[in-house]
């Protein structure tokens, strides 16, 4: 029976040894099974941790550019305003301009109409005067033919005085 006993025991130790065995297997298996999820999510944090630093670098950037445009915007917003100031103005000045330029046209006009007025006094005077001088010329032409028949009257006196050979004159004088 002591054989029976020490089969027993050492069934049981071998039992014993195969189960320790196979739980030791287990749990290498589940330590290295742990050990390869550990990894794994090591791994997996790993790439998170680089992903969410390339983030904060792309999140810092366009922050950045955010910042630049908004200071451009700015920028461009005030020269918009200035822009839009001189233009204001000038068209301020433009519009004081045409009223300027409108005043200017209406004493034109006012200057043309009394040029065509002082046009037509100057016609008319041009007219009077060159009747005047036909009229000048005309009693010129008279008064020339009046001094040549004058002349010519005085000529034939003279000769006629000379033929009788006494003049009008005395013949008043003596009477």
Do not use: P
Not at 69 to 92: D, H, S, Y
């Amino acid at each position: 029976m002591i054989k029976d006993g020490n089969k027993a025991v050492v069934i049981s130790l071998i039992l014993a040894c195969f189960i320790l065995l196979y739980a030791t297997v287990a749990f290498y298996t589940m330590e290295e099974s742990e050990k390869g999820k550990k990894k794994a999510l090591q791994k997996r944090f790993d790439e998170v941790i680089t992903v969410k630093q390339d983030l904060e670098t792309k999140l810092k950037d366009a922050d950045t550019l955010n910042i630049e445009l908004k200071t451009r915007l700015t920028t461009q917003e005030e020269t918009i305003a200035k822009i839009t100031g001189q233009l204001e103005e000038e068209q301020k000045s433009n519009n004081d301009n045409v009223a300027s330029l409108r005043v200017r046209e209406d004493e034109l006009r006012s200057l043309k109409t009394q040029l065509e007025t002082e046009k037509a006094a100057k016609a008319d005077l041009q007219k009077k005067c060159d009747q005047a001088n036909a009229e000048y010329l005309n009693l010129k032409a008279r008064v020339e033919d009046s001094l040549k028949a004058k002349e010519n009257m005085d000529t034939k006196v003279k000769e006629q005085t000379e033929r009788e050979g006494v003049s009008l004159g005395t013949i008043k004088m003596g009477s």
